[in-house]
Structures are given as C-alpha cells and as structure tokens.
C-alpha cells in the first residue's frame, strides 16, 4: 500500500498519527470553528498543546467563513505556524465539495505565501461536521494534487489522520490519483 506520493515536485504521504505532535512540519493546519477558539477534536488537541497565545492570536481573526484560511504563529507546538480552517458543515454548507476544497487550497497558499516547506493536515470537516470520510478524503488528495504544479514553496504535504481506518482511506485516495 502506497503511503507517500510525488506529485509535480510535492511529497504528498498519509499517516497515523497526532496533528499536534508534527515537529518536523513548518506548520500544521486546524480544522477550526468559525471563533477560531478551543473546541472538540483536532481544534481542542491543538490549542491545548499550544497553550493559551495560540487562542488569544487568534481572537482578533475572527470569525471566519467556511472555506477560509488564516495563519497564526504555532506558540507552544513544535511548529512555525499554525493555519484555521473552517470546514463545512455537512449538509448545511454548500456545495460542501467546493468549501472544502477552498480550505486546502486557501491553506496552502498561505502556507506558500509564507514560504513555508511543509504543511500537516487532518481530515478537515469529517468529525463532528460530519463530512463523510470517503468523499472528503477525495476532495482533499484532488485538491492538494491540482494545487502541487502551482506551489513555489512547499514541497511537503502530510495527511495526519486520527484512526488506522481514516488513514487507510485518505491512503487509498492518494493510490487512485491519475
């Protein structure tokens, strides 16, 4: 099973793992709520490893609309930055494809923008947004393989997903890319 994957010059790899423990990634992104403030899930690992700077850097970027990304530094995470991005609602934001792959591509912009090497992501808007994972994990490896030709920068691209199950789909997604 193909676990890692260059696509016009960008590594793009699928693993297990802790978004909020990444050291060797130049940032990591935040499948954020709409305040950019603690929550649940991946916002919760994140700024509890951050520690209280991160919540408070991001008080004055809020709100946020699905699909949009901002940058913040990564604080207390072995980081340079921290990316928020609101996913969308299944079901209520639509169209749920183009929102979230707004939120890859506007991440990896600003990760590039930054001139920035490598980015983590979760598997933004499948926990509580309910996203299904299948498709979700579809419009992430498409997006980050249609932006690859584009970036100047970032060379890297890690899925960081929360169960073996998710990895083994977001694997299977990077492995039917054309």
Known sequence: MIKKR????????????DIANQ???DAIVNAANARLTTGGGVAGAIHRAAGPGLEAECRPLAPIR?????ITGAHNLPNRHVIHCLGPVYGRDNPSDRLLADCYRN?????????LSSVGFPAISTGVFGFPLEPAARVAIGTVARSA????FVTHVRFILFSEND???FTRMLEELE
């Open 66 to 70: 699905p699909g949009q990304a901002v």
């Open 6 to 17: 260059n696509i016009q010059g960008v590594t793009i790899e699928c693993v297990q793992g």
């Open 167 to 169: 990895r083994g789909v």
């Open 107 to 115: 991440a990896l912009a600003l990760a590039d923008e930054k001139e």
């Open 149 to 152: 030709p584009k970036l100047s």
């Open 23 to 25: 050291p060797d990634m």
